[in-house]
């Protein structure tokens, strides 16, 4: 006999369903014998009612995170005692150091992804200032970067000078550097087929396009221009998210995450002192290979 009974009616498929609850195993089983039965002289369906385990999607999420975070660990951890193991097959300080600093440093890949991120930028900003430039600066291309390295981001508003070629504005430019550099730097950098700056990054449209404010760069606060810019890039660039103005620190900056690569990045406004220093930090580089391993 039941033990418990219910009736649902299905409006969409004119159907009824039953779920019914036996207090013996036995008689549940004996009921589902056959699927297809007559009773009272009506054609019935009968099934054994699946039992679905409920997981939440949190808990899924979480777990997937977990287990992201695990293999990246076993992965540092694997790559860590693959590096160990040169190391110790080095003679000395020096050679350890050398090679320590080619194990670490940044990969052709890498560095076509930082030149595409301030390709990306180029292209957003310019639609609200005409003459603006964005240039990658610091350990990125001043040959002392490591794969894990921030991208640091240089953005003038307003580029008026036209006298000054930088020598790292595109990833064109910063290949011909380094195969024009010393051997004992040329020898370390690997040919990057198929990038350039002009990638073709996905112009930055959400359908929501910002109101066409006007901002005179050279009359308007630093402040308001750093919030200005954050919400472009908050508006109008998708694959960066996690925008943060830090208007008070001894230099204002711009911070964000580039959700693909996983870049974490900094912008500063107009100090065209950073672009000089790393200037002259891959000089001092190509001029004695010893510098770039004592800076690492």
């Not at 930055?204 to 472009?232: R, W």
Request: proline share 4%; with cysteine; charged share 25%.
């Amino acid at each position: 006999m039941p033990h418990s009974f219910s009736f649902r009616f299905s409006t969409l498929s004119q159907s009824a369903y039953a779920i019914v609850e036996f207090a013996e195993k036995q008689s549940a089983a004996n009921a589902v014998e056959e699927e297809k039965q007559t009773m009272n002289g009506l054609h019935i369906v009968v099934r054994p009612r699946e039992v679905r385990e409920f997981v939440s999607s949190g808990i899924t999420q979480r777990n997937a995170a977990l287990e992201g975070k695990k293999k990246k660990e076993d992965n540092l951890r694997l790559e860590t005692q693959m590096l160990m193991a040169e190391l110790v097959q080095k003679k000395t300080i020096d050679k350890q150091l050398f090679a320590l600093s080619e194990n670490i440093s940044l990969s052709p890949s890498s560095l076509q992804i930082r030149y595409l991120i301030c390709h990306l930028l180029q292209e957003v900003f310019s639609e609200f200032f005409a003459n603006c430039r964005v240039f990658p600066y610091g350990s990125s291309v001043n040959g002392c970067g490591g794969n894990g390295s921030d991208l640091d981001i240089f953005l003038s508003l307003n580029w008026s000078d036209e006298t000054w070629m930088y020598p790292f504005a595109s990833l064109k430019q910063h290949e011909q550097v380094q195969e024009s550099s010393s051997a004992a730097a040329s020898s370390s950098s690997r040919d990057a087929d198929g990038a350039s700056d002009g990638a073709n990054p996905t112009t930055a449209s959400d359908g929501s396009k910002m109101e066409e404010d006007t901002l005179d760069p050279d009359q308007a606060p630093e402040k308001e221009c750093l919030e200005f810019v954050a919400q472009i890039i908050q508006k109008c660039v998708p694959s960066c998210h996690k925008v943060q103005t830090i208007a008070s620190a001894r230099k204002p900056v711009i911070k964000f995450v580039h959700k693909d690569s996983g870049l974490h990045c900094d912008i500063i406004l107009n100090n065209r002192l950073v672009l000089r220093n790393t200037e002259l930090i891959h000089f001092y580089c190509t001029l004695d290979p010893v510098v770039r391993p004592l800076i690492y």
